[in-house]
């Protein structure tokens, strides 16, 4: 396609300030129109490749059979466009590859998106010489470090610039996060905004989703020996939606959604994003009550967790928007969602997962009285409950608290084994998963504290020097997905130091490791630290932009920080557990208002100054574990602090006297 380039400057996006507190860790860009940081190498013969850095009106020029590789410093998302001034030659062509990771750079192909080979380049023809050529629309890469610029042509062709229109989280206002966060840990304050910016990747306009092969007629590519790529199918309503990956995976997923939406609450607060991205799933419910799998143009492929999910993520969206008048609507839906899932349900009070409803994450032997599965089930019903009594349904509130304490005691008791202080993936199994145990904490399956404590201590005994491994997945996956679920169980277990040591054990490892991008996170890799994920084949294909793998993000807000909201908003609890952290400063802002916390601690752990700020009206709770105090509003109201708790804290600003 070939614009003027008045035209293009006219769609170029100024740049805007932010009033974000630790704005300089977003790594969002300032403005729309992103050239390269630097010049990766180059092949053939290339004029002062690096002028296309600059934008200052310099030329290079590519002689012949040449590439220059050039490297944005982090993953971006977009359209490219490359001014050129002349060609010498009417059939002069440039090529584009793109690669996330700097194991895939290439002047011939792309990084995957497909189960098998590699991606084709795409062809601008720059035969007429002066004017902006860009990329269609329909194969913008969602996810890209490294661009290489291919020059297939006898003869010389000048360009003047070369720019990406960026177009991953399109509705936003890219640097003005509502929420924040600051440790006296530079890796985890990193982490805490890469995860934050991977959603963002991963946000994209639903006119262009799915990224997973060629589904529809399209004019075709030159030919190659290599895979043609589109993203060119409406996978949601509304210009915005949440998926799961930025290269590949732009699709709505229910599994994955239950990490990358709590990201997106204490990050940027997206509702339009998070909101089409459900609705898109309620809309696909089946006339059983099922949920599905994934969204168009996924094929219909029933699966029990993340049905399961989608009612999760359900609740977590009234649970941070208090949008009442949406759950009204919907409240019809999820009550046949869980009714679809209590069939499942049988004589051991367990549900048993069919051989038909048992995709899930691309683990293996999902299926029977499966312990992920239930554990699962039993935080729906759990958060079931709590929807009930919102929308004043004491029967469904008593059946579903009854039918949740029968699976508890039956999963203690048919799956729970005392010896190796772990549950078993299903009655006769010997395996004992990363997920089914971290969710069994989650979802307050276990019936004592010594039970998760015993938990959180075998799970962290499994790692190794890149992380927590899923043997659910074989032998030598690390399931960045699954690992957010183990950050909250350590937590859960009282075990923050162990949560904190994980974070930076693995994410650390997805951040700073060359091979990555320094910005984003991957969709998963192996014990050996190499960048394969063992459900798949093609190794090329891994997301290095994934948003199921920003656990870390909530986890910070919500456990570290300890800022948890409930009830719409409406009803929270401050509960900070810093593990070996000196000071924390965190908030994010919901429809109600703004939640806030900073604390400093001395060296053995005890808080030197403690305060936070809840939004007027509303009311919670405070849990600062062994604090003797009292609790002094901005305007002179004191509670004390009972064995470090206090209740029925009205919002506001309140500080902490010790003593």
């Known amino acids: 396609m070939k614009f003027s380039s008045i035209i293009l400057a006219a769609i170029h996006i100024a740049a805007c300030v932010s009033a974000s507190p630790y704005s300089e860790y977003i790594l969002a860009p300032s403005s729309r129109t992103i050239r390269p940081w630097a010049v990766y190498g ?66 011939k192909s792309s990084d995957a998106t497909a189960d098998e080979g590699l991606d084709a380049p795409l062809v601008l023809p720059v035969g007429e010489g002066d004017g902006v050529y860009m990329t269609r629309p329909e194969q913008q890469r969602g ?15 000048v360009l003047r ?33 890469a995860g934050a910016y991977t959603a963002q990747l991963a946000t994209i306009d639903p006119a262009y989703g799915n990224s997973l092969t060629v589904l529809v007629t399209w004019p075709p590519a030159p030919p190659s020996e290599y895979n043609n790529w589109y993203s060119n199918w409406t996978i949601t309503n509304g210009s915005t939606a949440l ?34 991205a459900l609705d898109a799933m309620l809309a696909l419910q089946t006339v059983e009550g099922r949920l599905p799998y994934a969204s168009t143009p996924f094929p219909d492929q029933p699966s029990f967790t993340y049905h399961l999910h989608t009612l999760i993520n359900f ?4 649970q941070y928007t208090g949008d009442r008048a949406w759950l009204a609507t919907n409240w019809g839906r999820f009550k046949d969602g869980v009714a679809w899932a209590m069939d499942s349900i049988d004589a051991t009070d367990l549900a048993y997962v069919a051989a038909n409803t048992s995709s899930d994450w691309l683990r293996s032997g999902m299926g029977g009285h499966n312990i992920e599965a239930n554990a699962i089930l039993h935080e729906v019903l759990l958060v079931g409950t709590l929807l009930a009594v919102e929308m004043e349904d004491g029967q469904l509130e008593a059946a579903w608290t009854q039918a949740a304490k029968k699976l508890k005691a039956a999963a203690n008791t048919l799956l729970w084994d005392e010896q190796v202080g772990l549950f078993r993936d299903n009655e ?3 395996l004992y998963p990363q997920d089914g145990n971290s969710w069994a904490i989650r979802a307050n399956l276990s019936q004592s504290s010594a039970q998760t404590r015993a938990v959180s201590s075998n799970l962290r005994a499994r790692w190794g020097p890149y992380g927590a491994p899923a043997p ?160 002094v509003s901005s305007d002179g109201q004191r509670i004390r602090l009972v064995n470090g708790s206090a209740s029925g804290v009205g919002g506001g600003r309140w500080f902490l006297v010790l003593g």
């Open 243 to 276: 998926t799961d990956g930025g290269k590949r995976d732009r699709l709505v997923w229910g599994g994955d959604m239950t990490i990358s939406l709590e990201t997106v609450m204490v990050s940027t607060y997206d509702l339009d994003s998070v909101r089409n």
């Open 161 to 193: 610039d070369l720019y990406v229109q960026y177009t991953a989280a399109p509705d936003q206002n890219l640097r003005e996060y509502t929420g924040y966060f600051h440790s006296n840990d530079e890796l985890l304050n990193r982490i805490w905004y």
């Open 472 to 631: 659910e997945a074989g032998p030598s996956t690390i399931s960045p997905f699954i690992g957010g679920f183990e950050l909250q169980a350590h937590y859960l277990a009282g075990q923050a130091k162990s949560a904190l040591d994980l974070i930076r054990l693995q994410w650390g490892f997805m951040l700073d490791d060359p091979r990555m991008t320094g910005s984003s996170f991957i969709e998963g890799y192996a014990t050996d630290g190499s960048l394969r994920y063992g459900p798949y084949g093609n190794n090329a294909r891994i997301s290095h932009s994934h948003a199921w793998s920003s656990g870390p993000t909530a986890v910070l807000s919500r456990y570290t920080a300890g800022i948890q909201v409930t009830g719409g908003g409406s009803t929270w609890t401050m509960a900070p557990s810093p593990g070996d952290l000196r000071s924390v400063d965190a908030g994010f802002t919901t429809a109600l208002g703004k939640f806030s916390v900073s604390m400093r601690l001395a060296k053995g752990g005890s808080y030197s100054s403690f305060s936070f700020t809840a939004p007027v009206g509303t009311l919670g709770t405070v849990r600062l574990n062994g604090v003797r105090g009292h609790l």
């Open 143 to 157: 996810g890209f470090r490294y661009l290489t610029v291919v020059h297939n042509s006898t003869g010389s062709t």
């Open 315 to 318: 609740a977590a969206y009234y």
């Open 428 to 430: 006769t199994s010997t």
């Open 42 to 107: 180059s092949f053939g013969s290339v004029a002062r490749p690096h002028y296309l850095c600059t934008n200052t009106g310099q030329k290079t020029v590519l002689n012949g059979l040449s590439s220059v590789t050039y490297d944005f410093g982090k993953n971006i998302a977009g359209i490219v466009s490359i001014d050129v001034e002349q060609s010498s030659s009417p059939d002069a062509d440039i090529n584009l590859t793109f690669s996330e990771s700097s194991l895939w750079i290439s002047n």
